[in-house]
């Protein structure tokens, strides 16, 4: 089974976040790591920033562990870990953490995950806030200077994540 992608960003959020390379990205990929076997996942969470998760097995150390007793490095560190959120799949298959299991693949798997809405992070919807109170213009030309978290950053990291945990 090779890459799946789903498009979900409502009218609204386009309005609101403006242009960027988020209104061209998928809202949602699912691909399983060549190297490692793992399913993984990048979902953008409702601020505009991406979020990177892989899913771990029945029997792996890490299977049902809160994100902080994993060791892992990884984007901001990680900041998730559950089962798959299947109602939300069901409500909204495009922004849910949950995975359609491939012929032969596990349903029961153990997400672990990063955020790219940390400081420093551009989050398109968090950004559009901040126009809309005039905060943008305060802080133009100062050292704060977010950067976005594009599809091939946080798919980069992902992989990461995945070497790290097999």
């Known amino acids: ?7 979900d960003i409502t009218d ?3 309005e609101l976040w403006g242009p960027g390379p988020w209104l061209e990205e998928p809202t949602k990929v699912q691909w399983i790591d060549a190297t490692t076997g793992f399913d993984c996942l990048i979902v953008r969470n409702r601020h505009g920033s991406l979020c990177g998760y892989v899913g ?3 029997g792996h150390r890490a299977h049902g562990l809160d994100y902080s007793a994993v060791g892992a490095d990884c984007h901001g560190s990680l900041t998730f870990a559950d089962g798959c959120d299947e109602i939300g799949a069901v409500e909204r298959p495009g922004r849910a953490i949950c995975h359609v299991p491939a012929p032969g693949r596990p349903a029961d798997i153990w997400w672990l995950g990063f955020d790219c809405g940390h400081f ?4 398109p919807g968090l950004a559009a806030l901040e126009r809309e109170y005039g905060m943008s213009e305060m802080l133009r030309g100062t050292r704060f200077e977010p950067t976005y978290r594009d599809l091939a950053h946080v798919h980069g990291e992902v992989t990461a994540l995945a070497a790290q945990l097999a």
């Open 12 to 14: 609204e959020e386009r």
């Open 1 to 7: 089974m090779g890459e799946q992608t789903w498009q």
């Open 56 to 58: 771990v097995p029945p």
């Open 120 to 123: 420093m992070d551009l989050s």
